[in-house]
C-alpha cells in the first residue's frame, strides 16, 4: 500500500442495518452520499476505543468520507485517545504537537475520547490547532458536530458526560473479518479511587438486547463467527427492555445464533461476578472459557482503599466458583502495584495471591496518579523506583507461572480460529476459546478463518505452538 491512498479494505466489512454488504472504498459511490474528503483515525487504548473508532469510520463513510492511511494524506485528522494512565495521556498531546504546522494547510484536526473528554475546552488553549473536541458519551451527536466542523467552526464540542443514551451507528467499520466487537454497556458506575474511566466515559448505560441481538444477527449473515461483547464492566449488563434479560441470560441468547461460534466477553467486574454466568459457560460450549476478572491488588486493605467493593476472601470465592466449573477455564487479570500506602506486606498479599490463583495471564500496571480521582490526594505516594521494582518481581512471578502452565498443556488438543499467516512458511496463527494465542503448522492451503483442530507440541513465554490435526 502506497503511502497516502485510499485505505486497503478489501477484506473489510461495513454493517449496516438493512442488511447490506459494502466495500468502504465503494461506499461513497453506492451510499448515495456527496463525497466530502478524507480522514485518518488514530487509536490509543484499550479495546472499547479500539471499537468506537470503527463506529466512528463507519460513520466517516457514510457521510462520504475516505478513510486513508497517513495523516499528511488526510482533510480531516482524529485521535481517539487514552487518559487511563498518564503516559497514554502525554502520548496524545505529543502526536498533537508533530501535527500541529497542518491547520495552515486546511487540514481540520479532532480530539475524541477519554482526554477530550477530561481536559474539554482548554485542549483549545493548549493545542490551538484543534476543531473538535468530542468525548465518547458525546458520538452519537457526532454527525452534527461534524457538520459544523465542515461548515468551518472552529472550537466545536461534545462534552456532555451525563446522559442515558448510548451509540448507536447505522454502519462500523471493522478491522477484521471474522472476529468482531460489539458493545453492550458503556460507561461506568463503579467508584475505584483510582480510575478516570467514571468521569471520561459517564455512567452505566447498557444497550437494548434486541439491540445487540439484532447487530448478532446481522454480524453473523456476514460471516462474523466470533463476536466480543465489551464493557468496563460487561457484566454489570442490565437490559432495558422489557424483557430485562439477565446478562448470562444474554450470554446464552447470543450463543444460539445461528452462525455464530464464540461468544466472548470483558472486562468483568468480580462483585457482579455471579454463579448464573458459570452455569451458562458450563451449558453452551459457544461461550467462550476466559473470564477476564481484574483483581487490582491481594490486599484487603489497599482494596478497601481502592473502593474494589471486594476483599482478598470474596475475590477468591469467585476464583474458586470458575475452577468448579464444569469447563476448564482460563483466568486473566489486572494488577496495580505501588498503589498509595502500599505496605511491602500489602505487596506480599498481591504475590501470594498469583501463587494462589495461578492466572493465564497478566496485565499488570504502576500506580498512575490520575486527575479528579480520590487516590490522586491520597498521601503515602509509592516512589517511582520502588513501584518499578514491584513491577519487575510481580512479572517475573507470572512469567514463571505461566511458562509452567503453557508446559502443562504439551500434546492437548485445542480448537483454534486461525486469523493470521505467519511469515513463516506453513505457519499459521490464531486463539482457542480459552483465549489464548496458538501458532500452528499446516500443510493446508489457506486456513483464514477456519477452525481448525490443533495438537500442541511446545509454548513460548505466551502462547502454544501446535500442528494442525488434519
Ligand atoms: N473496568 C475494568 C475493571 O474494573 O477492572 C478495567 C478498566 S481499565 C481501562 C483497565 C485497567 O487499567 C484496570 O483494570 C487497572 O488495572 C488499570 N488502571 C486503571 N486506572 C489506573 C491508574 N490510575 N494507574 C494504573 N493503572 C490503572
Ligand atoms: Fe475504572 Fe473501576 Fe469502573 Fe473498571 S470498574 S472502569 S477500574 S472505575
Not at 197 to 214: C, H, K, M, Q, Y
Not at 227 to 237: D, I, K, P
Not at 250 to 273: C, K, M, N, Q, Y
Not at 396 to 404: F, G, M, P, V
Request: aromatic share 8%; hydrophobic share 35%; net charge neutral.
Amino acid at each position: 500500500m502506497e503511502m497516502g491512498t485510499s485505505i486497503d479494505i478489501r477484506l473489510e466489512k461495513l454493517v449496516n442495518p438493512a442488511g447490506n454488504l459494502a466495500a468502504a472504498a465503494e461506499l461513497p459511490e453506492h451510499s448515495g452520499a456527496p463525497a466530502r474528503g478524507t480522514f485518518f483515525l488514530e487509536t490509543f487504548g484499550c479495546q472499547m476505543n479500539q471499537h468506537d473508532s470503527e463506529k466512528v469510520a463507519g460513520l466517516l463513510l457514510a457521510r462520504g468520507y475516505q478513510q486513508v492511511k497517513t495523516p499528511e494524506a488526510a482533510g480531516l485528522i482524529l485521535y481517539n485517545t487514552c487518559s487511563i494512565r498518564e503516559k497514554a495521556a502525554q502520548k496524545v498531546f505529543s502526536r498533537l504537537g508533530e501535527y500541529r504546522g497542518l491547520k495552515g494547510e486546511g487540514k481540520k484536526i479532532g480530539l475524541l475520547g477519554c482526554v477530550a473528554q477530561q481536559e474539554g475546552e482548554d485542549i483549545f488553549s493548549r493545542a490551538p490547532w484543534v476543531s473538535l473536541v468530542c468525548g465518547s458519551a458525546s458520538y452519537r451527536k457526532l454527525p452534527e458536530l461534524l457538520a459544523k466542523v465542515e461548515a468551518g467552526e472552529l472550537r466545536v464540542t461534545g462534552l456532555d458526560n451525563d446522559t442515558d443514551q448510548t451509540f448507536e451507528t447505522e454502519m462500523t467499520r471493522r478491522d477484521n473479518p471474522w472476529r468482531a466487537y460489539l458493545t453492550i454497556i458503556e460507561g461506568c458506575d463503579k467508584s475505584c479511587a483510582y480510575c478516570v474511566v467514571p468521569f471520561t466515559r459517564g455512567p452505566e448505560r447498557s444497550r437494548d438486547s434486541s439491540r445487540i441481538l439484532a447487530d448478532l444477527q446481522q454480524l453473523a449473515e456476514f460471516g462474523y463467527t466470533e463476536v466480543q461483547f465489551l464493557g468496563q464492566t460487561v457484566n454489570s449488563y442490565a437490559d432495558p427492555s422489557p424483557r430485562k434479560l439477565r446478562f448470562s441470560e444474554l450470554l446464552l441468547e447470543a450463543a444460539s445464533v445461528p452462525g455464530i461460534r464464540r461468544i466472548r466477553f470483558t472486562t468483568s467486574h468480580p462483585r457482579d461476578f455471579t454463579p448464573d454466568i458459570i452455569a451458562a459457560m458450563d451449558s453452551n460450549q459457544t461461550i467462550c472459557n476466559h473470564v477476564h476478572l481484574p483483581v487490582q491488588s491481594g490486599s484487603t486493605r489497599v482494596l478497601r482503599a481502592m473502593q474494589r467493593t471486594y476483599s482478598r476472601a470474596e475475590y477468591l470465592e469467585k476464583i474458586a466458583m470458575v475452577r468448579g466449573a464444569r469447563r476448564r477455564t482460563a483466568i486473566t487479570t489486572d494488577v496495580i502495584v505501588g498503589f498509595p500506602g502500599e505496605t511491602a506486606a500489602d505487596f506480599d498479599d498481591t504475590l501470594s495471591l498469583m501463587d494462589e490463583v495461578r492466572y493465564d495471564g497478566v496485565f499488570s500496571f504502576k500506580y498512575s496518579p490520575r486527575p479528579n480521582t480520590p487516590a490522586s490526594s491520597m498521601a503515602d505516594a509509592i516512589p517511582e523506583e520502588e513501584k518499578s521494582r514491584r513491577l519487575v518481581l510481580l512479572q517475573e512471578k507470572q512469567r514463571l507461572i505461566q511458562a509452567k502452565t503453557l508446559q502443562s498443556l504439551e500434546n492437548e488438543i485445542f480448537e483454534v480460529h486461525v486469523d493470521g499467516k505467519s511469515k513463516k512458511e506453513n505457519c499459521w496463527y490464531g486463539h482457542s476459546s480459552c483465549n489464548r494465542v496458538v501458532s500452528l503448522t499446516s500443510t493446508a492451503e489457506n486456513l483464514l478463518g477456519a477452525y481448525v483442530q490443533a495438537r500442541v507440541t511446545g509454548s513460548t513465554a505466551n502462547s502454544l505452538l501446535g500442528e494442525h490435526i488434519i
